[in-house]
């Protein structure tokens, strides 16, 4: 974990592209490890930034032992914070189609911070079957939990304080995989 | 009590000073106040001959919620008229000279102005039997204007006698032009506008064929006809050649007819609602054209007070009509004399003489000369104010111009020298 | 979006956010539980004038399925309560704190009184006022359309009957314009506004070349009674000139859809075997209808536009 000096203004590289890369092989393997197998695995991940993840978890399990059923799980319409903004524009929902009864549900997110998104996740998974395990895969966790809400596979875990963010890109979505820190404009 | 009126523009023309005294205009000139006279600061005020409303709803009796003869006349002395005509449209209908001279007691008790009652052509407003004509024309009330206002006269053979009936005592008929068939359930002006909106369209049309129809029938039996409220370019057209060819045709025009065009019904508040309805920016244009040139002999305000919970709805719902006597003077120097369209004679022309003229009154809209009756308004033409309808005299509320910034303010108002509107000498 | 009260109110943007959010809609109510919490502890109201059992279910089913609380009022405004009614009921609302009100009125204009005569502070959803607009049907007809035609821009709707009298031939023609479709009302001219001629579409008198080329067509229901106006001189001569039989069916191109915003005349405008056939999507219609109804209740009670998330 580095700790590089923080320059006011220019944003800091905390992963590159190859630093993505190995994190994302280690977590599939984890996944893997953990629960001995692809066997009832499902990953699911909230959009954005979590689909093209999840999916390039997929890919790297696949490569290894066997391919894994990946879809998408918008959790908008579940957030405990509605009513304090604008109400946003939905996401795709994509739940494979042997569903998630009785499966090991490996939810994909990029950063985890509050934990409020993820526990939308949980409330929506409620709607839609009993998975057997629900488990929790991050590119980046940043602290800062307001719920008790925690990872089970971490890509990079960063401190920061909240005048900070953290910005994801991923070449499906920004064209460079690159994730940075930067100070917020107020 | 004699009045001194000190340094009046007599119908925005040379200034003048005036002695009221008895009712009458007993001097005229550079005055010294007399003993016992009140005086009246009229320097930067237009003195105009008291204003005749042709066309009221004062709603008494039967609809004493939204106006009474007492409000309504206090209103109208509060915009310079001494003379209104009530419309015949009450509860019940003032078709006898019982309810005309009820009436015009009313008025004349209340003594804020002189009400001559309108009588109602026919039975009821029903139009299909003729009303005792003759018997208001008699009354104390000594009617000249016969109206069904509110309904059309629709009936071409009733119509005819109604013109005919009245030449024995130099009475008018004047007709509400809307052809029924043509109107079932109309709510605006028909046009574009209305198809937009969804509500039911009346059409100009509608107007157009009953003047026509009026003017030719009063051509034929040579009898005096006036056009209530004319509001679209193609009846100024058709009175401007009724006269052309020398018939005894008269026709008026409102204020709001004169100002405010059919947009407004967009904002689905029926405060905009009236009968005949707002219609396009030419058809305002030519109803202005028409007033300047004297086509339109008349403003008459229409003046239509409505209780709150009928307007207070949709506009299905709501009844037609607006509020006028207060802010007719405004609305007419807004629109007329500021862009140099019409004068100060003009305006006192269109609004005292010739409404004076038709409804034969013979002590109002008279000249501003020593002899003449004591019967004037003094203004100040450079107020401005913004519309308040809680200012209103009124009992009502349905005004349109609320909150909007007009020009003029009426000081005081006299008739026959007696002061009946302005608290401050 | 503050209010929906007519088309006019959304942009080309907001409009297809309605129709997206109706597809995500349909996802989520695939699911066994079709129920998401999302309107929780909001009070929905039908306040409607006039009735219809089908528009008011589908605003109903559609508030239920975001977990709100749903109040029906059946609320009869005659002229003889001359227009108490709709003030008198929108205080009482005010006072119950509804969030949202739906209302149905045989007056134009009426939800625009609700929404801007400072009676209320509820967002207002038009459901159909007088011959004015109605635009979730425009939304849930549009929907329809794109499920079967894709993209709507440069598609051909021909939409044909009583245009004069018809709110949702008005917000049709706003919203397929809006979309980019090019629109074709078709009806005798009895049955067409004046000043037709400036909306955004094209006029005929007749209906059977229109058919030739249209991907879709929407018949409106035409009543009897307009004949006692004399609109046109018999139910006979109508559905001849104006019906959809099978005849005209054939004329259509085959991947040309029919809908109809209900209640049907069978017989009069459309004729039964059309009304069930395989190119009618009148029951599909219904169905979407509770789609975009969720979708407008979602994005009225809480606005629109992205803001930047915190995890």
Same mark, same amino acid.
């Given at each position: ?6 320059s ?15 994190a ?5 393997h984890?996944?893997?490890?953990r ?22 978890l ?24 509605l ?10 929902t ?10 090991v549900?490996?939810?994909?997110d ?15 998974l409620?709607?839609?079957?009993r ?21 089970d ?11 900070e ?7 499906e979505t ?13 | ?14 200034r ?7 009712g ?13 006279a ?6 930067g005020?237009?003195?105009?001959p ?13 609809r ?28 019940p209908?003032?078709?006898?000279a019982?309810?005309?001279e ?24 029903a139009?299909?039997q003729?009303a ?14 016969f109206?069904d206002d ?5 009936d071409?053979?009733l119509?005819?006698r ?9 009475g008018?008929v004047?007709?509400h032009?809307?052809e ?7 709510q ?7 198809g937009? @909106? #969804? *509500?039911?369209?009346?059409? %100009? =049309? ?8 009026d003017? +030719?029938?009063? &051509? ?7 056009i ?7 009846a100024?057209?058709?009175v ?12 008026e025009a409102?204020?709001?007819?004169l100002m ?6 967009a904002?689905?508040d ?32 229409d ?12 506009w299905?719902?709501?009844?037609f009509?607006? @509020? #006028? *006597?207060?802010?007719?003077? %405004? =609305? ?9 369209? +019409?004068?100060? &004679? ?15 009154l ?24 913004t ?5 209103s005299l009124?009992?009502s509320?349905?005004?349109?111009y609320?909150g ?17 509107f302005?608290?401050?000498? | ?20 959010t ?8 695939d699911?066994?539980?079709k ?14 004038f ?6 008011r279910?589908?605003?109903?089913l559609?508030?239920k ?5 749903v ?5 009869k ?8 009614s ?12 509804a969030?949202a ?45 794109r499920?079967?035609?894709g ?6 709707v021909?939409?044909v009957?009583d ?5 949702v031939?008005r ?7 809006l ?5 074709t009302l078709?009806g ?22 229109a058919l030739a080329?249209a ?11 307009r004949m006692?106006?004399?609109?046109f ?10 019906g ?6 054939r004329?259509?191109?085959?991947h ?23 190119r ?15 979708a407008?209740l979602?994005?009225?009670?809480g606005?629109?536009?992205?803001a930047e998330?915190?995890?």
């Amino acid at each position: 974990m580095s700790h590089a000096p923080r320059s006011g203004d220019s944003p800091h590289v905390l992963l590159s592209e190859t630093d993505i890369a190995r994190a994302l092989t280690r977590i599939g393997h984890e996944i893997l490890e953990r629960n001995k197998g692809a066997g009832d695995v499902v990953l699911l991940g909230i959009p954005r930034r979590g689909v093209p993840l999840a999916r390039r978890l997929a890919e790297r399990i696949a490569a290894v032992e066997s391919s894994v059923p990946v879809g998408s799980l918008d959790v908008t319409m579940y957030r405990d914070d509605l009513r304090m903004r604008p109400a946003r524009a939905l996401e795709r929902t994509d739940i494979p189609a042997d569903g998630v009864d009785d499966k090991v549900v490996v939810v994909v997110d990029d950063v985890l911070y509050s934990g409020r998104t993820v526990r939308a996740a949980l409330t929506a998974l409620d709607d839609i079957g009993r998975p057997r395990a629900v488990q929790l895969a991050v590119l980046v966790d940043r602290g800062h939990r307001e719920l008790p809400i925690r990872a089970d596979y971490v890509g990079k875990n960063v401190p920061t304080s909240r005048a900070e963010a953290v910005r994801v890109q991923l070449r499906e979505t920004d064209d460079v995989d690159e994730v940075v820190l930067v100070r917020e404009e107020r | 009590m004699t009045v001194l009126v000190r340094g009046a523009s007599l119908l925005g023309g040379p200034r003048a000073d005036l002695l009221l005294d008895r009712g009458v205009i007993t001097e005229l000139g550079h005055l010294s106040a007399p003993a016992g006279a009140a005086v009246v600061d009229a320097d930067g005020l237009l003195a105009l001959p008291g204003l005749v409303d042709l066309h009221t709803h004062l709603r008494e009796p039967g609809r004493e919620d939204a106006e009474t003869v007492e409000s309504g006349t206090a209103a109208a002395a509060a915009g310079g008229f001494t003379a209104v005509h009530a419309m015949a449209n009450t509860e019940p209908v003032a078709d006898t000279a019982g309810v005309v001279e009820q009436v015009w007691r009313l008025g004349r008790d209340a003594g804020h102005c002189d009400v001559h009652p309108v009588g109602a052509v026919t039975v009821g407003l029903a139009g299909r039997q003729l009303a005792e004509l003759g018997a208001m024309a008699e009354s104390a009330a000594r009617v000249r204007v016969f109206s069904d206002d509110g309904h059309c006269v629709s009936d071409a053979a009733l119509m005819r006698r109604a013109l005919e009936y009245v030449k024995a005592f130099d009475g008018v008929v004047a007709q509400h032009a809307q052809e029924p068939a043509l109107t079932a359930g109309a709510q605006m002006n028909e046009g574009e506008l209305s198809g937009r @909106l #969804g *509500l039911a369209g009346w059409p %100009a =049309v509608a107007e157009e064929a009953i003047i026509a129809r009026d003017i +030719l029938l009063a &051509a034929h039996v040579s009898s005096r006809v006036h056009i209530c409220h004319v509001s679209t370019a193609g009846a100024v057209d058709l009175v401007r050649w009724a006269k052309a060819k020398g018939w005894p045709v008269t026709a008026e025009a409102t204020p709001h007819h004169l100002m405010l065009t059919e947009d407004l019904a967009a904002t689905y508040d029926p405060v905009y609602k009236v009968n005949p309805p707002l219609r396009s920016a030419e058809d305002v244009a030519a109803l202005q054209e028409g007033l300047a040139d004297g086509t339109i002999d008349v403003v008459a305000t229409d003046h239509a007070p409505h209780p709150r919970e009928a307007k207070d709805c949709e506009w299905a719902s709501a009844a037609f009509g607006m @509020l #006028g *006597l207060e802010t007719a003077l %405004a =609305v007419v120097q807004h629109t007329m004399v500021e862009p140099g369209k +019409l004068d100060w &004679a003009g305006v006192a022309d269109r609004m005292s003489v010739r409404p004076a003229r038709i409804g034969r009154l013979p002590d109002h809209g008279r000249p501003l000369e020593v002899g003449e009756p004591a019967t004037l308004t003094l203004v100040d033409p450079t107020a401005r104010r913004t519309v308040q309808a809680a200012d209103s005299l009124s009992r009502s509320r349905n005004i349109p111009y609320a909150g909007l910034s007009l020009p003029g303010a009426v000081v005081a108002t006299f008739l026959r020298g007696r002061r009946t509107f302005g608290g401050r000498a | 979006m503050q209010h929906l009260l007519t088309i006019a109110d959304l942009d080309r943007e907001e409009a297809v956010r309605i129709l997206d959010t109706a597809e995500e809609m349909a996802r989520l109510t695939d699911r066994a539980i079709k129920k998401l919490p999302t309107l929780r502890g909001r009070t929905v109201v039908n306040l409607f004038f006039e009735d219809s059992t089908r528009t008011r279910t589908s605003f109903e089913l559609a508030a239920k399925r975001l977990s709100a609380d749903v109040i029906n009022f059946s609320a009869k405004g005659s002229s003889v309560s001359k227009g108490e009614s709709l003030k008198d009921t929108a205080l009482t609302l005010e006072a119950m704190g509804a969030d949202a009100i739906v209302v149905r009125h045989s007056a134009s204009g009426a939800p625009h009184r609700l929404a801007h005569a400072g009676w209320v502070s509820a967002r207002i959803v038009n459901a159909g006022d007088g011959t004015h607009a109605h635009p979730t049907q425009a939304l849930l007809d549009a929907f329809t359309m794109r499920r079967h035609l894709g993209d709507l821009a440069g598609r051909r709707v021909v939409i044909v009957g009583d245009v004069l009298h018809s709110r949702v031939a008005r917000s049709n023609v706003e919203l397929l314009s809006l979309l980019g479709a090019q629109v074709t009302l078709v009806g005798p001219p009895t049955l067409l506004p004046v000043g037709v001629e400036s909306w955004p579409c094209q006029v005929s008198y007749e209906l059977d070349p229109a058919l030739a080329k249209a991907d879709a067509v929407t018949m409106l229901r035409v009543q009897h009674e307009r004949m006692a106006a004399s609109f046109f001189p018999s139910a006979r001569e109508y559905a001849r000139r104006y019906g959809l039989d099978s005849g005209r069916l054939r004329l259509l191109p085959d991947h040309a859809i029919v809908l109809h915003p209900g209640p049907m005349n069978r017989g009069m405008e459309i004729t039964a075997d059309v009304a069930d056939s395989d190119r009618s999507v009148i029951v599909e219609q219904v169905g979407n209808g509770v789609l975009v109804r969720m979708a407008v209740l979602y994005l009225l009670l809480g606005g629109s536009g992205a803001a930047e998330e915190d995890r």
